[in-house]
């Protein structure tokens, strides 16, 4: 396993190298690649695609979903410039990897997940591994969780066809939101939403990226009320 992380942290430092002049850095923080070095990507991963579990590429999870690329999540990661005392708010736990990257380096991490199923596997398999700064819920995250803002940091994992005005609204003055946006199959742009002293939004473009979509609320599937 050593040898497969060894192989993955030198992947994505190449990648941070060929990309430096579109992400603006010849290298990621050392406190994100330390975490990307202790998490184990292959406990995240459905058995048959263990042996690909270092590789620098997503790989799928059920549901349609993917874990995301190595490179991307160290990327995003690093965007966030987490400090040891913020809470952070992710939209999209999928696999739980992300969760745990920013677990390492956070004090709180608010999870949102839309599909229960993931949702669920993700806390259990979490919990298995001993994190205990985590807490999750399943819901739709266009909305973020209100009830824990505010955030100093906003992760989201899926892309989003713009920024959700409620995620901007859960963001401290002076914190930062990655997050994809753009339609799916389509180019996407991954953003860097800083928040000012003074509450605004000020927005850069980092880099082409390709996410699955962040499911809009008018194709999650209600149940009927009125069904018994
Ligand atoms: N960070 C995850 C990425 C998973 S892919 C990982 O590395 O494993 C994106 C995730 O976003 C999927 O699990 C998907 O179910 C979830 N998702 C999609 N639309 C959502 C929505 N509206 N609210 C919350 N989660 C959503």
Redesign the pocket.
Known sequence: MKKGIDRMIADIEREVTYTRSMIGRDHLDPRVMQAMRTVPRDA?VPDDLKPYAFDNGPLR?G?G????QPYI?ALMTDLLELQAEDRVL??????????AILAELAQQVFS????PE?GKT?AERLKQLEYDNIQFRI????EGWPEQAPFDAIIV??AATHIPQDLVEQLKPGGKMAIPVGHPYQPQDLQLVRKNERGEPMIQNILGVA???????AH?HEPDPNLH
Do not use: D, W
């Not at 992710?90 to 969760?99: A, K, R």
């Not at 819901?139 to 266009?142: D, K």
């Not at 996410?211 to 609320?217: A, D, E, Q, S």
């Open positions: 995240f999870i549901h979903q993917t874990i995301s999540v992710e939209i999209g736990t999928g696999s739980g990897y992300q969760t949102v997940e839309l599909v993931l993700a819901a739709n995250g266009y994992t899926a996410f699955v979509p962040l499911i809009p609320k999650i």
